[in-house]
């Protein structure tokens, strides 16, 4: 698996932030669109009733960082939702055909990511 930028890629799938969290918790990009799963059950978007969609709210470090800083920041995310910790959240803002809607994704970089 690897992070690039917002999205956590793995071989089956791709994230926005985090992969599943221990709950369950993620949001997963397919070739249909967008499917938020959570213990409450998942929603789905397609890709064309989609019309934006915006991540908010998204922790960035405060300092410039190193890749090994950045890596233990994903180790740490990665550590925390084993253990039942949640990551710092962020909020992705849809607008879709039927009006906005706003679902919460979890980081995948505990210290936040670099401001670029």
Request: hydrophobic content about 45%; charged content about 15%; some cysteine.
């Amino acid at each position: 698996m690897a992070m690039v930028g917002l999205f956590w890629v793995a071989p089956d799938a791709a994230y926005v932030g985090s992969p599943p969290t221990a709950i369950g918790s993620c949001v997963r990009l397919t070739a249909g669109g967008l499917e938020a799963v959570d213990p409450d059950g998942s929603r789905t978007w397609t890709w064309e009733g989609l019309r934006s969609a915006v991540v908010e709210a998204v922790p960035v470090e405060s300092r410039p960082g190193l890749a090994s800083k950045l890596f233990g920041s994903v180790v740490s995310a990665a550590a925390g939702i084993f253990l039942g910790e949640g990551p710092p959240e962020m909020t992705l803002r849809l607008e879709t055909e039927y009006g906005p809607e706003a679902v919460t994704v979890y980081s995948a970089a505990a210290g936040g990511y670099g401001a670029e």
